[in-house]
């Protein structure tokens, strides 16, 4: 799941890490929209997650914008330098970034510059030996960035960054494009052309408008069917991490993974 738990006590990373596993679940995301983690606090973090069997995702900050100005990008990629860095330091296995805005740019000249910063970045990752890649986020507002084919082209155009699937994101994008188990499949269609061995999926319920993702909501609330999703991910028996981005984050991650289960049973 995304973040600390509810229902968690105390409001830490580390007890939302245990929390999770009395859950019965096996990943959860660290997230710094509020503001980055001290490095010793990582490194706690990753024996805690170590003992406990749960694998770590990391969300960078919600604000980057990769096709701002000078400063802007520079504020941006500084960002995602800290979160990768933290991440390495946790043992973290995908660092989520949303890459920005195509603000007065046309897209192929936004999709140019992203590739160039995102490039920059993976080198200098590259020659410090660190090898935990960006996520690339499919983005729910159509005025941002991030169409699934905009992210699986700049994934090709900078080798070594992954597509982090927000399949909500990509139903709100599409005015509730995702309704049976072939529009799903569509999605790993196309993201096989990056032939990868895991997929990072992000999941909830989501309100959209014309222009996209209004906001999150409850799985239960949404009209996207989940269960269709997990019928496809069964079927074709794909290595994924599903992380729960939904208001009720554990009741979501704990329901997601009773559909998958469900899913399981019925192809029995
Ligand atoms: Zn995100």
Redesign the pocket.
């Known amino acids: 799941m995304a973040g600390i738990p509810l229902s968690c006590k105390d409001r830490t990373n580390r007890d939302g890490i245990i929390y999770t596993k009395n859950l019965g679940l096996s990943a959860m995301e660290i997230q710094f929209a509020r503001g980055f983690i001290p490095e010793e606090e990582a490194e706690e973090l990753k024996e805690v997650a170590g003992k406990c069997d749960i694998e770590l995702f990391v ?1 960078s900050p ?1 604000y980057i914008n990769l096709t701002g100005d000078k400063r802007n990008v520079e504020m941006s990629m500084e960002k995602i330098r800290k979160s990768v860095h933290l991440a390495d330091i946790m043992g973290a296995k995908v660092v ?1 970034i ?1 890459t920005g805005f195509y603000g007065s740019l046309s897209k192929k000249k936004a999709m140019e510059r992203m590739a160039k910063n995102l490039r920059m970045l993976r080198d200098e990752f590259k020659k410090e030996g660190i090898e935990v890649p960006i996520g690339v ?1 499919t983005m729910g507002k159509k005025e941002v960035f991030g169409s699934i084919d905009e992210v699986i082209e700049l994934c090709k155009r900078v080798h070594g960054i992954v597509p ?1 699937l ?1 399949v909500a994101h990509i139903h709100a994008r599409g005015n509730g494009c995702l309704k049976e188990k072939e529009d799903f499949q569509k999605i790993f269609d196309k993201v096989g052309e990056l032939e990868m061995e895991h997929y990072l999926i ?1 999941l909830t319920g989501v309100k959209y408008d014309k222009g996209g993702e209004m906001y999150h909501v409850p799985i239960r609330k949404g009209d996207m069917p989940v269960i269709k999703l997990m019928e496809c991910i069964v079927e074709n028996n794909y290595n994924v991490t599903i992380i729960s ?1 939904s208001p009720i984050l554990e009741h979501d991650a704990v329901y997601s993974q009773i559909l998958l289960d469900r899913a399981m049973e019925m192809l029995k």
């Open positions: 969300h919600y989520t949303h986020e982090a927000d992000h981005e």
